[in-house]
Each structure stands twice: as C-alpha cells, then as structure tokens.
C-alpha cells in the first residue's frame, strides 16, 4: 500500500523555522517527484513545492520562494521541507504528495499542521 | 499564473440527486486538469485525471468532462459519503494552481 506519512509540524512563533518530513513507503519512492501542499484553516488547497525524483529540480510558489527549501533523501525515501522566516500567513496543514502521472497529486499524505503565532 | 474559478462556491443537494460543478480556467490548458474530493479533516483524494479519467478505485458516479478552459464534474445518484468538498487543479503550467473549491452539503 503507498503511504506517505508527515511529521515534524507544531507551534512556532514569527520568524521562526521548521522543518517538515515525509516518509514514504509502498512504491519506489527514487523515481517519483514529490510535492507539498498546504491549506490554511478553512481555506483551500495551495501547492507550495516540487522536487524531482533525482532532487535536481525544484520548484516554488513565490509565497515561500526565498523563505522556504525543498529537499530528499532517497536512500531513506524521504522528503523535506526546511521552513524559515514563518510568517503567521504560513499557518496551515502541510500535505506532502506524490506526482501523478502528469503534475496531478496521487496520493497525499494525512498531512502535518503549522501554526505560526505569538 | 493560472486562475481557476469553480462554481458553485456551495451546493445543496440530497442524496439520489445529480450535481455538477464547474471550473474555468484562465487560459487553455487542453485537458490538464484533475479534480480531487476532500472529507472534512481528510487529506483530498484524487478522482478524476486528464480531465475525464477515472481514477482507479473511484466509483463511476464521478465523471469529468471539458478541454481548453471550461471543464465539469457531474456525480449522479448522490450518495452520504459524497457530500465533501471538491477542488479542480491545472497541472498545464507551473505553478499549478487550484481552484477555491465547492462545498456540496445536504439539503
């Protein structure tokens, strides 16, 4: 069964860092592309973050570009996401998902919550 | 960037009832877009894929349908588990983008 499994949110004040993981497991996590995604409290979905299966390339939505690092380690099938200079706007639950086929997300993980606050 | 608008924001419906929902995109992005459905305190879960695929495991209620910027999913028959929210998503250009979701509730 693929299962991607996030860890590593809780409360943090402004300005502060964080850094996410997810652990994946039930597929070959080496040649998959991997995402996070985020949802602030009773809002939607944003995609934030790719990275390649090789970690050559990655991409950024310019809300965190600059602020935040994706990253992996496919000896441990595990993706990061370094977080820095939070800002209370960066308050969500944090998804990771693997790419799809094209850029769609399949499947997600049950997601890691970031509260950024004073 | 590529906006997506879905509509309705919320739909009311009762269960053994056919609903669509719609999702524009800001430009054309042929049939790249996905459609996923969320369960309050889930995590969403792909249904749709390339504008009218069906994911694996997803039941044929579910339907997609469009290309270019105008695309619909249609769930006939309702059933309990399907009142949830609905996202679209463009995956045609970097940064792939959603649309701000439909909220189908019971009537």
């Known amino acids: 069964e693929v299962q991607l499994l996030e860890s590593g949110g809780g409360l943090v004040q402004p300005g502060g860092s964080l850094r996410l993981s997810c652990a994946a497991s039930?597929?070959?996590?080496?040649?998959?592309?991997m995402n996070w995604v985020r949802q602030a409290p009773g809002k939607g979905l944003e995609w934030i973050s790719y990275i390649t299966s090789s970690g050559d390339t990655v991409y950024y939505a310019d809300s965190v570009k600059g602020r935040f690092t994706i990253s992996r380690d496919n000896a441990k099938d595990t993706v990061f996401l370094q977080m820095h200079s939070l800002r209370v706007e960066d308050t969500a639950v944090y998804y990771c998902a693997k790419t799809g086929g094209a850029n769609w997300f399949d499947p997600w993980g049950q997601g890691t919550l970031v509260t950024v606050s004073s | 960037d590529i906006q997506m608008t879905q509509s309705p924001s919320t739909l009311s419906a009762s269960v053994g009832d056919t609903v669509t929902i719609t999702c524009r995109a800001s430009?054309?992005?042929?049939?790249?877009l996905a459609w996923y459905q969320q369960q309050p305190g889930r995590a969403p879960k792909l249904l749709i894929y390339k504008a009218s695929s069906l994911q694996s495991g997803v039941p044929s209620r579910f339907s997609g349908s469009g290309s270019g910027t105008e695309f619909t999913l249609t769930i006939t028959s309702l059933q309990p588990d399907d009142f949830a929210s609905y996202y679209c998503q463009q995956y045609d250009n970097y940064p792939w983008t959603f649309g701000q979701g439909t909220k189908l509730e019971i009537k």
């Open positions: 039930g597929f070959r996590f080496s040649t998959s592309s």
């Open positions: 430009q054309t992005i042929s049939t790249w």
